[in-house]
């Protein structure tokens, strides 16, 4: 069983007059670092001068340091910048300003994961990836609530690793929801498999077919579009709140039948296999290759497949049918 911590298990102790450098002030950099502050924590950012995220970060309070100057001056340093842009920075302006028993702390673990980052030996490496964008991590805690995380010490080099990754935890308000202790293996395979497998391409795919196959049916595209993938916000809203045997029951027997009857037949082992192919290429860190490679290129193909969704007839069709139902409320 999966160890899982809360706010009883945590303490914002080991971080207190320590100066915590957010490297990064995007959606989850912004969301960590005013959570942090809000938690009675000295925090600092680290960013690339001139850019809008300084004046943001400026105007919100936080001083703000070119990356080089903020780690220097930091006792705990917050990776939150994009995964492909980290090897570089890390190389260039963080790796060699790092002080001698500094945390160092990352949302995901694929670069450390997959040896694109190698920390030096004399500091922690922990991770704390909430389960969630920072949108949400940012509006759950103002609410009082939290996003539930993930936590992983990767070098204990002081002892107290996972005291300051829990403590970061607390800080950003995850031990409120629970914070479940996994390694960067874990975190980083899953993380890869999932999106691949369920919840960017294989629902994207589901739901394109979908769609197709009652286009090529006669129907309206339109009337497709509602039944084929506006609705599965409904479905995965009762998912999420009840689990899928709730959403079962939160749906008609009809549905609920053919659901049963047909959903095996179409999302069968065949599909199983394949996910587990995929998921092997993960493993086998092939993906993570691939992947760096098409990035050093400037992403040729994932430009080109981006464009061929744009194109896809369900978005065109779903443009109209989104500016009919969310019109209505702007007005």
Same mark, same amino acid.
């Given at each position: 069983?999966?160890?899982?911590?809360?706010?009883?298990?945590?303490?914002?102790?080991?971080?207190?007059?320590?100066?915590?450098?957010?490297?990064?002030?995007?959606?989850?950099?912004?969301?960590?670092?005013?959570?942090?502050?809000?938690?009675?924590?000295?925090?600092?950012?680290?960013?690339?001068?001139?850019?809008?995220?300084?004046?943001?970060?400026?105007?919100?309070?936080?001083?703000?340091?070119?990356?080089?100057?903020?780690?220097?001056?930091?006792?705990?340093?917050?990776?939150?910048?994009?995964?492909?842009?980290?090897?570089?920075?890390?190389?260039?302006?963080?790796?060699?300003?790092?002080?001698?028993?500094?945390?160092?702390?990352?949302?995901?673990?694929?670069?450390?994961?997959?040896?694109?980052?190698?920390?030096?030996?004399?500091?922690?490496?922990?991770? $704390?990836?909430?389960?969630?964008?920072?949108?949400? $991590?940012?509006?759950?805690?103002?609410?009082?609530?939290?996003?539930?995380?993930?936590?992983?010490?990767?070098?204990?080099?002081?002892?107290?690793?996972?005291?300051?990754? +829990?403590?970061?935890?607390?800080?950003?308000?995850?031990?409120?929801?629970?914070?479940?202790?996994?390694?960067?293996?874990?975190?980083?395979?899953?993380?890869?498999?999932?999106?691949?497998?369920?919840?960017?391409?294989?629902?994207?795919?589901?739901?394109?077919?979908?769609?197709?196959?009652?286009?090529?049916?006669?129907?309206?595209?339109?009337?497709?579009?509602?039944?084929?993938?506006?609705?599965?916000?409904?479905?995965?809203?009762?998912?999420?709140?009840?689990?899928?045997?709730?959403?079962?029951?939160?749906?008609?027997?009809?549905?609920?039948?053919?659901?049963?009857? $047909?959903?095996?037949?179409?999302?069968?082992?065949?599909?199983?296999?394949?996910?587990?192919?995929?998921?092997?290429?993960?493993?086998?860190?092939?993906?993570?290759?691939?992947?760096?490679?098409?990035?050093?290129?400037?992403?040729?193909?994932?430009?080109?497949? +981006?464009?061929? $969704?744009?194109?896809?007839?369900?978005?065109?069709?779903?443009?109209?049918?989104?500016? +009919?139902?969310?019109?209505?409320?702007?007005?």
């Amino acid at each position: 069983m999966a160890r899982i911590y809360t706010d009883k298990d945590a303490s914002l102790d080991p971080l207190r007059g320590r100066t915590i450098a957010v490297i990064g002030y995007g959606i989850q950099g912004r969301a960590q670092a005013l959570n942090l502050r809000d938690s009675g924590l000295g925090v600092i950012i680290g960013l690339r001068r001139g850019g809008k995220s300084w004046e943001l970060a400026e105007r919100e309070g936080f001083k703000v340091f070119e990356v080089p100057d903020a780690v220097r001056r930091a006792d705990v340093v917050m990776v939150l910048i994009p995964d492909m842009e980290q090897p570089k920075v890390w190389r260039e302006q963080i790796g060699p300003n790092l002080k001698n028993g500094a945390v160092v702390d990352f949302a995901h673990g694929f670069n450390i994961h997959f040896g694109l980052i190698k920390p030096p030996s004399n500091v922690d490496v922990v991770m $704390v990836a909430p389960k969630g964008p920072g949108r949400l $991590v940012r509006d759950e805690f103002v609410a009082g609530r939290g996003v539930p995380a993930l936590v992983a010490v990767h070098q204990n080099y002081s002892g107290k690793a996972l005291q300051y990754a +829990l403590a970061i935890a607390k800080g950003i308000g995850a031990t409120r929801a629970g914070v479940i202790e996994t390694t960067f293996k874990e975190e980083t395979e899953t993380d890869l498999i999932g999106e691949q497998n369920v919840l960017v391409g294989g629902l994207m795919e589901l739901l394109k077919k979908g769609f197709e196959v009652m286009v090529e049916l006669g129907y309206q595209p339109e009337v497709a579009y509602f039944e084929a993938i506006n609705e599965a916000k409904l479905i995965m809203d009762l998912i999420w709140e009840r689990g899928i045997y709730g959403m079962l029951n939160g749906v008609s027997e009809t549905a609920r039948y053919g659901g049963l009857t $047909v959903g095996p037949r179409i999302i069968d082992d065949e599909v199983k296999r394949k996910m587990r192919e995929a998921a092997e290429r993960v493993r086998s860190g092939e993906f993570a290759k691939e992947w760096v490679a098409e990035y050093e290129r400037g992403a040729p193909n994932l430009k080109r497949m +981006l464009e061929g $969704v744009k194109a896809h007839p369900a978005e065109k069709v779903g443009e109209e049918v989104r500016k +009919l139902m969310f019109g209505q409320w702007q007005k």
